[in-house]
Nanobody, 124 residues
């Protein structure tokens, strides 16, 4: 498994920006971000697969969020712009050390390592 440490959460007004970081110790082939709002199930946000790299997003964040990877630092970032109150959630980083079957990169079951989560709060 891979150890993951997230940082960068916080509070911001609607329209603002935040950047989340997820530092990984160990080798992963895909890393992603999920979020869970109060009273709701955890949902996929974005993922990046290398070496291409290929990126994947859920529709509500397309055009606003950007996932990227710094291979030298073994860190994945989630740049979040034009934040909305509905983006409020605990954001968790996830990593997969292998890929199997027909991956979508959006299912929790495709990841075998998880970070502790970081709170993002967007006020209107």
């Amino acid at each position: 498994q891979v150890q993951l440490v997230e940082s960068g959460g916080g509070s911001v007004q609607a329209g603002g920006s935040l950047r989340l970081a997820c530092a990984a110790s160990g080798r992963a082939v895909v890393m992603g971000w999920f979020r869970q709002a109060p009273g709701r199930e955890r949902e996929f946000v974005a993922a990046v697969k290398w070496p291409a790299p290929n990126t994947y997003y859920t529709d509500p964040v397309k055009g606003r969020f950007t996932i990227s990877r710094d291979s030298g630092k073994n860190t994945v970032y989630l740049q979040m712009n034009n934040l909305k109150p509905e983006d409020t959630a605990v954001y968790s980083c996830a990593a997969a050390t292998f890929i199997f079957g027909q991956p979508t990169y959006s299912r929790e079951s495709e990841y075998n390592s998880w970070g502790q989560g970081t709170q993002v709060t967007v006020s209107s």
